[in-house]
């Protein structure tokens, strides 16, 4: 099919890069309903309030404000009858930069060659100022994103003034915090605390692996703007092929198991994204695999590439006992004796340690957590005597073994083929 290669990458990498306006989502209708409904009695009816949406990073606090927010623009004539405010704690460091940047925003240009006496004195001007100006907009939606950084300024000034204003009927508005504190009402004085609505939203919503899949169909499908209604239907044929190949669900549910962070699944399409050429012109599984190897790291592979040679010998040791035995547990008698095997057969190539040594070495391992004991061991059992299992993969030995540094060529050899005794 003869693509517009640079058209269709360009789609895929709006969607991919950018925080995605007309992206669906998925979810979070309640916590969508309950917020529509606040925007409603404030823009329709003139009501104030204020609320805290609380949820860790990535899990969609933005997207569902601009959700709710197009959704009242969508359902409710409300273009002139409200403004909005985006302050950011990361932003507007202190109160000074916050009330000019909520003049600018509200229209009141004067603020910034005012001097600036009590902070409230300040934000009434801006509030009246506001009104003269626009007697038709009567309500104001202000959005504090990282709303915890706001309670650091001086006396909490910006949020008194705020959650004050909620409560007088001068001009409605809507104070919506979005914070990843948990805490965060802990950190409010108590003059602020106690004119806060209390009305908070918690997101612990996760979505499952269909929607997961789903989304990462929908970040690779093109719209069919500027492409032949053919190819449009071609490519997203081909993308639901590539969803539905066994090595690219594994990647998926690989990374869906690590984190259910969606930013992290755009992230593993950025490389494909990218890929996109005359000379490559499909995204391929191997796309997807690749890209995976490089954003998500193996902590224990890792982990592994940083021991010694004796304590890599032990794993190869502990790997190969389980291996022969078809057990899955061991002690240190017979991880040493696996390994003496191996000294006694390449004795001229290998350097020797004393069995105290080989111990210490067997305790690390504990303390790093790659190999841990069974069941919990009798406190006066010596922790030779220790029932263990080995918390590393095979593939994750191979790994490790391919990028250790300078790895003896005899350790590599006997971690392929075990001494049969
Ligand atoms: N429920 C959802 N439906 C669809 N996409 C989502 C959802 N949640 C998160 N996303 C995706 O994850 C990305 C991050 O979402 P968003 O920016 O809303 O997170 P956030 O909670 O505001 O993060 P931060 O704490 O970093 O500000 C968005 O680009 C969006 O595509
Ligand atoms: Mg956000």
């Known amino acids: 099919m003869?693509?517009?290669?640079?058209?269709?990458?360009?789609?895929?990498?709006?969607?991919?890069?950018?925080?995605?306006?007309?992206?669906?989502?998925?979810?979070?209708?309640?916590?969508?309903?309950?917020?529509?409904q606040l925007l409603r009695l404030c823009t329709l009816f003139g009501e104030s309030n204020s609320i805290l949406i609380i949820e860790p990073p990535a899990s969609g606090k933005t997207m569902l404000i601009r959700s709710a927010i197009n959704k009242l623009r969508d359902t409710e004539d409300v273009a002139d009858k409200y403004s909005q405010v985006n302050l950011n704690g990361l932003i507007q460091v202190d109160d000074k930069l916050a009330l000019i940047s909520i003049g600018e925003q509200l229209g009141v240009e004067d603020v910034r060659d005012r001097s600036i006496k009590s902070f409230g004195e300040t934000f009434a001007y801006i509030l009246e100022s506001y009104k003269n100006g626009n007697p038709k907009k009567g309500s104001i939606i202000f959005i504090l994103d990282v709303f915890d950084l706001f309670t650091r300024h001086r006396n909490q000034a910006l949020l008194y003034n705020l959650f004050e204003v909620c409560q007088s009927a001068k001009v409605s508005v809507l104070v919506i915090g979005v914070?990843?504190?948990?805490?965060?009402?802990?950190?409010?004085?108590?003059?602020?605390?106690?004119?806060?609505?209390?009305?908070?939203?918690?997101?612990?919503?996760a979505p499952s692996f269909d929607q997961y899949v789903a989304v990462f169909k929908s970040l690779l499908k093109i719209e069919g703007k500027g492409h032949k209604p053919s190819q449009t239907k071609s490519w997203n044929n081909h993308i639901e092929k590539l969803a539905n190949d066994g090595s690219v669900n594994d990647i998926l549910r690989r990374l869906f198991d690590y984190s259910k962070d969606l930013r992290l699944l755009k992230n593993l399409l950025v490389t494909p994204v990218c890929l996109i050429h005359e000379s490559h012109p499909n995204i391929v599984p191997d796309d997807i695999?690749?890209?995976?190897?490089?954003i998500v790291k193996d902590y224990t592979v890792l982990?592994?590439?940083?021991?010694?040679?004796?304590?890599?010998?032990?794993?190869?040791?502990?790997?190969?006992?389980?291996?022969?035995?078809?057990?899955?547990?061991?002690?240190?008698?017979?991880?040493?004796?696996?390994?003496?095997?191996?000294?006694l057969y390449k004795s001229q190539l290998v350097e020797k340690f004393p069995k105290p040594v080989i111990f210490k070495a067997?305790?690390?391992?504990?303390?790093?957590?790659?190999?841990?004991?069974?069941?919990?061991?009798?406190?006066?059992?010596?922790?030779?005597?220790?029932?263990?299992?080995?918390?590393?993969?095979?593939?994750?030995?191979?790994?490790?073994?391919?990028?250790?540094?300078?790895?003896?060529?005899?350790?590599?050899?006997?971690?392929?083929?075990?001494?049969?005794?």
Request: aromatic share 8%; hydrophobic share 35%.
């Open 362 to 421: 067997y305790e690390r391992l504990i303390d790093m957590a790659l190999i841990k004991p069974t069941n919990h061991p009798h406190k006066r059992l010596q922790k030779e005597y220790w029932q263990m299992s080995l918390l590393v993969q095979p593939t994750q030995i191979a790994e490790a073994l391919q990028k250790y540094p300078n790895c003896p060529t005899s350790v590599m050899q006997w971690a392929l083929n075990p001494i049969h005794s």
């Open 303 to 343: 982990l592994l590439q940083g021991v010694s040679v004796l304590e890599l010998s032990l794993i190869i040791a502990m790997k190969h006992l389980s291996d022969k035995r078809r057990t899955t547990t061991f002690t240190f008698e017979m991880v040493y004796q696996e390994y003496m095997q191996f000294i």
């Open 179 to 205: 914070t990843c504190r948990l805490d965060v009402l802990e950190l409010l004085e108590k003059r602020v605390k106690s004119r806060f609505s209390h009305r908070q939203i918690y997101l612990l919503y």
């Open 2 to 36: 003869d693509y517009n290669y640079s058209l269709i990458q360009s789609e895929l990498r709006n969607k991919i890069c950018h925080d995605c306006l007309n992206q669906e989502l998925i979810g979070l209708q309640d916590e969508q309903e309950k917020l529509l």
């Open 289 to 294: 695999i690749k890209s995976c190897k490089h």
